[in-house]
């Protein structure tokens, strides 16, 4: 050590660099449910003011899965481009102003413009958390991402359980999805701090030209499996958002009690998101897959047979079905040697997995009408938990990513 100290300075000053990092991430990821979660919980408001039918409130709640799909796509060039942290700012600046443009929206089209252009920035952060976690936390991948999960969940229930109340207390339905523009630009502070990161080693995922991409990613079985595993759990989960308040009131609890449902779903994530690396270091995922699409089942018939008995057992049951979210965002960073291969899967598997999942809530809101009722949907919903415990499975199983592709590496 120096006379002077500089080294323990330099060390403080690195922990405080890294604390500073791990809480910008967890913002970010705090922000980016907050677009589907507050909508799924005014739906009914938003139908009565703008008069669209049950089927367009179900392209509504597909939109995110579809925005995800398509804009998640342009992620890892933008990372390249830009540099990840312009891009997160990027993307926080897209959330904010399509927030905005939705909660001042006078008619359908501009409802659905806003929610696309805030959709687009969630879909940039989406991809670009396992690529973060990797680079700045390369030794605590799943601390750091059951960490930066268990802030997407939280952000979830936080859109859930405030957008009504706030829209309850201001008398006005349009402050209760504003409210998340705020949260959007405030998220967006930290990481202007971080922008001159860009411009050293960190800017990109690597420094040299990257051998993989979405379109290596077809030929790995692993990327396949992991994007149905997906696929599976986010149709499930973008179906709660959309549609759990609905067929709640529709089983007769108030829209507050409803919205509050649907926010009980989302809390329970929270804990079982923080939970999973514990989990995974002392029993494994084998196990975690079986206890997920069981939660899964049991969920959807319990809400299917008896929503209005005990309604907080089937909410809490599939919000810790929803576990399967943290642990495959979880296992992108453990099934990958490097950056490159955290971009390239979190890529694929996000995108193929919500063009996948696009056809969960729009699926119900088409079985509701054409059944007249919750019986069909919700069956078919439960059913999709057999697939995704086999999914699960053979990600467990499989190799690496890169080893897989025969990618060194370096």
């Known amino acids: 050590m120096n006379k002077d100290g500089s080294v323990i300075t330099d060390t403080a000053a690195a922990k405080r660099g890294k604390i500073f990092v791990l809480a910008s991430i967890i913002l970010l990821a705090l922000s980016l449910r907050s677009v589907p979660a507050s909508a799924g919980v005014l739906l009914s408001v938003l139908r009565e003011e703008f008069g669209f039918s049950v089927a367009v409130g179900g392209i509504l709640t597909t939109l995110p899965v579809l925005c995800f799909a398509l804009f998640g796509l342009t ?67 799943a601390a750091v991402s059951a960490l930066a999960t268990a802030g997407i969940v939280a ?12 829209a309850d207390a201001t008398g006005n339905w349009r402050d209760g999805l504003l409210i998340w523009a705020w949260l959007a630009i405030a998220v967006m502070v930290p990481w202007l701090f971080l922008l001159r990161g860009d411009s050293g080693n960190n800017a990109k995922p690597t420094r040299r030209k990257s ?14 499996a992991m994007a149905i595993f997906f696929g599976l759990q986010s149709a499930q989960a973008y179906t709660t958002f959309g549609w759990m308040p609905q067929i709640y009131a529709d089983a ?72 399967a979210f943290p642990w495959i965002v979880t296992m992108i ?44 949907p919700l069956l078919c919903m439960s059913l999709l938990s057999i697939p995704l415990v086999m999914a699960g499975l053979y990600t467990i199983q499989a190799k690496r990513f890169e080893d897989q592709l025969g990618v060194g590496s370096a």
Do not use: E
């Open 75 to 141: 992620a890892a060039r933008l990372m390249a481009a830009l540099g990840v942290h312009r891009t997160a700012v990027f993307a926080q600046a897209l959330m904010a102003v399509g927030l905005i443009m939705r909660g001042y929206a006078g008619d359908t089209a501009v409802l659905f413009l806003g929610s696309t252009v805030a959709l687009s920035g969630a879909a940039i952060g989406n991809i670009m958390l396992p690529p973060l976690v990797k680079l700045h936390f390369p030794r605590r991948v």
């Open 155 to 166: 952000g979830a229930t936080l859109g859930s359980v405030l957008s009504v109340p706030v």
């Open 211 to 224: 051998t993989l991409g979405i379109r290596q990613a077809v030929r790995s079985p692993l990327a396949w």
């Open 252 to 323: 007769g609890l108030s829209p507050t009690s409803a919205a509050n449902m649907l926010g009980i779903c989302a809390f329970v994530g929270v804990p079982v998101a923080l939970a999973i690396p514990a989990i995974l270091r002392r029993f494994g995922s084998k196990g975690l897959i079986w206890i997920f699409g069981l939660l899964q089942f049991s969920g959807w018939i319990g809400l299917m047979a008896l929503p209005d008995i005990m309604p907080w057992l089937w909410a809490i049951t599939i919000g810790l079905g929803g576990g």
């Open 333 to 376: 960073g453990i099934k990958v040697r490097t950056v490159d291969g955290a971009a390239s899967l979190s890529g694929f598997t996000q995108s193929v997995g919500y063009l996948i999942a696009a056809a969960g809530p729009l699926g119900v809101g088409i079985l509701h009408d054409a059944t007249g009722g919750w019986t069909v």
